[in-house]
């Protein structure tokens, strides 16, 4: 059980923000948030990760509510090239780093 | 820059037959696991290893063993391959601690005649 919602699908356009949201309102207060995303055919790369505070990367930046109840990644360009499924974790991190895949969001950006 | 590395992309194979599938990191990670991925199910989880030598069971480690002889290699082995085990198998790696990330492989997409 992911135990995160997320939408099935969404559609961005090409230059735009995308902005996934993922809902996780069981979290406990040591299990951080991850994202990764899966390009069709290929095996999932880690974007970005965070506990309370909002994170930002190269690749996209997380804004956790303060309830960290739910969270938003924000693809702030897209790209053709960003079109995958997206997939919000929850994981308490440590040695094992284990990590349950839900269904994810499938973002297509069209030209 | 990270490298997990699959030993093929594509593999098909008869019902029981022995499959081997290799995985191999150059990170020096001290875990590594295997997943399957199948549509409408996500990925799950069949075995990982923390250290050589070492495995434990993932959520569907029934038909599976592996074997982690040496630290950069993570092999899944397929004892007598069943049709319904015609998937796509993830290999990944992290390390030891808090807030590791995991690496993986490009995947083997597996067909099981």
């Known amino acids: 059980d992911a135990k995160t919602t997320q939408p099935t699908s969404m559609d961005c356009a090409e230059g735009r923000a995308a902005n996934l949201p993922c809902n996780h309102s069981t979290i406990s207060g040591n299990e951080y948030v991850y994202w990764y995303r899966q390009i069709h055919s290929q095996g999932p790369q880690y974007i970005i990760h965070g506990l309370k505070n909002n994170e930002t990367n190269e690749m996209a930046s997380l804004i956790i509510t303060e309830d960290r109840k739910s969270s938003t990644l924000i693809l702030p360009h897209a790209t053709l090239r960003d079109t995958a499924v997206y997939y919000c974790?929850?994981?308490?991190?440590?040695?094992?780093?284990?990590?349950?895949f839900g269904k994810g969001t499938k973002l297509s950006v069209k030209p | 820059d990270v490298k997990v590395t699959q030993s093929s992309r594509y593999l098909v194979k008869r019902t029981g037959e022995k499959v081997f599938l290799e995985c191999v990191q150059d990170m020096d990670h001290e875990n590594m696991f295997w997943y399957r991925q199948d549509p409408g199910l996500g990925l799950r989880l069949i075995y990982f290893s923390y250290d050589v030598k070492m495995k434990e069971k993932g959520d569907i480690p029934e038909g599976y063993s592996v074997s982690r002889e040496k630290k950069e290699r993570f092999s899944l082995i397929l004892e007598s391959a069943s049709t319904n085990q015609t998937s796509m198998y993830l290999c990944?790696?992290?390390?030891?601690?808090?807030?590791?990330?995991?690496?993986f492989g490009p995947g083997t997409r597996l067909l099981v005649l």
């Open positions: 974790i929850r994981n308490y991190g440590g040695s094992q780093g284990n990590l349950i």
């Open positions: 990944a790696s992290t390390n030891q601690g808090r807030q590791e990330t995991q690496y």
